[in-house]
């Protein structure tokens, strides 16, 4: 069993910055990736940034040169740096861990408001 926990979120105003951090716990039996997904109020969940082990990093284009992810080893997890922030970057982020060949895990969210 695989339980991942976020945190970081807040309100920011408009290019300020803010960073996610996802902790797993649990016992990994294989490969797996990590990312980060947000949903917008009456919108579809969507990728904004994931990490493949042995992978370089993958990002949204709407994110790309403002965010970056990256692993936390010492937690087992994946953090979002998330810079530069606009008001459309609202929204409830998710930590994904996906076993590969196995099964996806997800975090609870952590909101991220952005406004003047």
């Given at each position: 069993?695989?339980?991942?926990?976020?945190?970081?979120?807040?309100?920011?105003?408009p290019?300020?910055?803010?960073t996610?951090?996802?902790?797993?716990?649990?016992?990994?039996?294989?490969?797996?990736?990590m990312?980060?997904y947000?949903?917008?109020?009456?919108?579809?969940?969507?990728?904004?940034?994931?990490?493949?082990?042995?992978?370089?990093?993958?990002?949204?284009?709407?994110?790309k040169?403002?965010?970056?992810?990256?692993?936390?080893?010492a937690?087992?997890?994946?953090?979002?740096?998330?810079?530069n922030?606009?008001?459309?970057?609202?929204?409830?982020?998710?930590?994904?861990?996906?076993?590969?060949?196995?099964?996806?895990?997800?975090?609870?969210?952590?909101?991220?408001?952005?406004?003047?």
């Amino acid at each position: 069993q695989v339980q991942l926990v976020e945190s970081g979120g807040g309100l920011v105003q408009p290019g300020e910055s803010l960073t996610l951090s996802c902790a797993a716990s649990g016992s990994i039996f294989s490969m797996y990736s990590m990312g980060w997904y947000r949903q917008a109020p009456g919108k579809q969940r969507e990728v904004v940034a994931e990490i493949i082990s042995g992978g370089l990093p993958n990002y949204a284009d709407s994110v790309k040169g403002r965010f970056t992810i990256s692993r936390d080893y010492a937690k087992n997890g994946v953090n979002l740096e998330m810079n530069n922030l606009k008001p459309e970057d609202t929204a409830v982020y998710y930590c994904k861990l996906e076993l590969i060949g196995s099964a996806d895990y997800w975090g609870q969210g952590t909101q991220v408001t952005v406004s003047r």
